[in-house]
């Protein structure tokens, strides 16, 4: 188990749809990232937060957004949802921002997009 | 930029073969570099990590050594359980700018090792 929580676990909705994906971090760790893994693009680097401020941005779409709280949990919000955006969502989270510092996963959200 | 280019899957041995997995990468600083673990339904696990020149990282019976002449950072096991098998991430994370604490992963390579 790596600590880190990941809600929910399954997620089907249409296209157009809004989601909102949830990620609680490993106690203790300030920095959470989230991962799109898909089939065709691999494990894509979306965004990371540390300790509520936006940190770095990857290969994140304007349709999607995401925040950290003050309590350090962090939400996914995925918008105007298309088929492509089915894929498995990961939250990671590690103690600092910085490169040695390990990536401890969360097990991930399924999408899938009708 | 960063990348990481590693071996294309599917892997198959048998229980006890030699297991190789290579992995090579492009970066612009000095990153530090990492095997990852993905079992069936669960998220990616550390194996291993190497953060600087001629380190070997070691976890579980598997090693990799970082090589910076060759760039590379193949993953190796003297002898697979059929526990071993999952998909295996090589990744690096640079030191540089805006991208620190980001991994950089390549696509993975599903290993199966048969009784």
């Known amino acids: 188990d790596s600590g880190v929580t990941q809600t929910p676990k399954h997620l089907i909705t249409a296209t157009g749809q809004r989601v909102t994906l949830r990620c609680s971090p490993r106690s203790g760790d300030l920095s959470v990232y989230w991962y799109q893994q898909s089939l065709d693009q691999g494990l894509q680097f979306l965004i990371q937060y540390y300790n509520g401020e936006e940190r770095a941005k990857g290969n994140i779409l304007e349709r999607f957004s995401a925040q950290q709280f003050p309590d350090l949990h962090s939400e996914l919000n995925l918008s105007s949802l298309e088929l492509g955006d089915s894929a498995l969502y990961f939250c990671?989270?590690?103690?600092?921002?910085?490169?040695?510092?390990?990536?401890?996963f969360g097990n991930g959200t399924r999408l899938t997009v009708t | 930029g960063n990348s990481v280019t590693q071996m294309e899957g599917p892997v198959t041995l048998s229980e006890e073969a030699f297991l190789t997995i290579n992995c090579t990468y492009t970066a612009t600083g000095y990153p530090s570099l990492f095997w990852y673990v993905q079992y069936p339904g669960e998220g990616l696990q550390l194996l291993l990590k190497?953060?600087?020149?001629?380190d070997k990282g070691s976890n579980k019976g598997f090693e990799a050594t970082y090589r910076k002449e060759t760039t590379s950072f193949h993953l190796e096991k003297g002898s697979v359980q059929v526990s071993d098998s999952a998909v295996y991430f090589c990744?690096?994370?640079?030191?540089?700018?805006?991208?620190?604490?980001?991994?950089?992963f390549g696509r993975g390579t599903q290993l199966t090792v048969w009784p």
């Open positions: 190497a953060t600087k020149a001629d």
């Open positions: 990671a989270s590690s103690v600092e921002d910085r490169t040695n510092s390990p990536l401890h």
């Open positions: 990744a690096l994370s640079d030191i540089r700018g805006s991208t620190l604490g980001r991994l950089y």
